[in-house]
């Protein structure tokens, strides 16, 4: 951690030695009794020696100031640091930091702005991270995308429907990242509201699995849907829902080993209901399971193939904890045997207005 350089004027060490008192007001009544006590006495010493008030006066004068001086530089030296960093830090050096070493409303101010300072350091580098790793999932899709239609135009590869096919396959990729940055940029500004309403979930999960009929078909995996009790509901805003239990469901499908089984469970907990989203996967190690809710977190477990799954924009499940903690709930990646259980726990009441939790943080 680095300290904000300043060059000090030599004749006035940065010496603290009123560090240890808690009140500015202290302080400035103990530098104004010191000044005047050394005045005092600098100027009964130059009378009792006979050096007369022509040389007296202006020496005690000297001598206080000079002590001001040193006692008022040790107690300014953190509101000097700050500006200076601060100056540093609008040129984008967030590394800046004060020493604060007092205990009085000053040190306060210095431990605030080193506090401050971090969250800015950390804030710019997440900036950088996400603006990286944003252009790095822009341009791939956008670069296959490009190669496959000039292939087709310079007659390397036919117009057919395979050839088009990966083509759509490409721009749907690009349009679900840009899906998502939009979903993020709206739930960090609290833009998002939610309808709510009693949602059967025997229903809703049938047309979720639905919906992602072609990757299970692909893939030969069988989706498994059991409700308990049948008429379960949940009140949510269903179009939140869906795409938290998608973005769930989706992954699994991505995970699973081909001709597995996917399971939608959805129970009723205490006051609360739980859905779980089931897959025979590799699973997520303990130690990576807060880090795949972060934006841009890929999970990089070995499949059943022994070969890196990387599939995914590393967005999906960051949506799915904004919007489940939309709602109140809370997901999390249960402990399970084998595979990987994803686990989404809803009230049973309202949720609170998405205002008072909109601001959660990645």
């Not at 210095?110 to 996400?130: I, V």
Request: proline residues 6%; neutral net charge.
């Amino acid at each position: 951690m680095s300290t904000p350089r300043h060059a000090l004027h030599p004749r006035f060490p940065d010496v603290r030695p009123l560090d240890r008192l808690s009140s500015i007001k202290i302080k400035l009544g103990v530098l104004v009794t010191a000044t005047v006590t050394l005045a005092a006495f600098v100027t009964w010493l130059g009378l009792y020696n006979h050096l007369g008030p022509s040389r007296t006066l202006p020496l005690a004068i000297l001598l206080s100031v000079v002590a001001v001086q040193v006692l008022a530089r040790g107690m300014t030296s953190p509101l000097r640091e700050m500006t200076s960093a601060a100056r540093a830090m609008a040129a984008g050096d967030y590394s800046q930091r004060v020493r604060a070493t007092s205990h009085d409303e000053v040190g306060q101010l210095g431990e605030a702005f080193n506090t401050m300072a971090e969250d800015l350091e950390q804030a710019d580098a997440l900036r950088r991270e996400m603006v990286a790793n944003v252009s790095h999932e822009l341009r791939t899709p956008v670069a296959a995308l490009r190669a496959q239609l000039e292939n087709m135009v310079d007659g390397v590869s036919p117009a057919d429907p395979a050839t088009l096919e990966a083509a759509l396959a490409q721009t749907e990729r690009l349009g679900r990242l840009v899906t998502y940055l939009l979903d993020l940029s709206r739930l960090e500004a609290g833009a998002v509201g939610l309808d709510i309403t009693e949602v059967p979930l025997a229903a809703f999960l049938a047309e979720a699995v639905t919906s992602a009929d072609m990757i299970a078909f692909d893939r030969r995996i069988e989706v498994q849907v059991r409700v308990d009790p049948p008429g379960l509901t949940v009140p949510a805003d269903a179009e939140r829902l869906h795409q938290v239990v998608a973005n769930l469901l989706h992954n699994a499908l991505r995970h699973s080993p081909v001709g597995g089984v996917v399971r939608l469970v959805a129970r009723r907990q205490g006051d609360s209901v739980v859905l779980d989203v089931v897959d025979d996967g590799p699973g997520i190690a303990a130690a990576d399971r807060r880090r795949v809710f972060e934006r841009f977190s890929r999970g990089n477990a070995p499949s059943q193939t022994g070969q890196l799954s990387t599939g995914g924009t590393g967005l999906g499940l960051a949506i799915v904890r904004w919007a489940v903690s939309l709602h109140g709930g809370q997901v999390e990646v249960a402990d399970a045997p084998t595979g990987c259980v994803m686990r989404v726990t809803l009230p049973v009441d309202r949720p609170r207005p998405p205002a008072a939790v909109a601001s959660v943080a990645p």
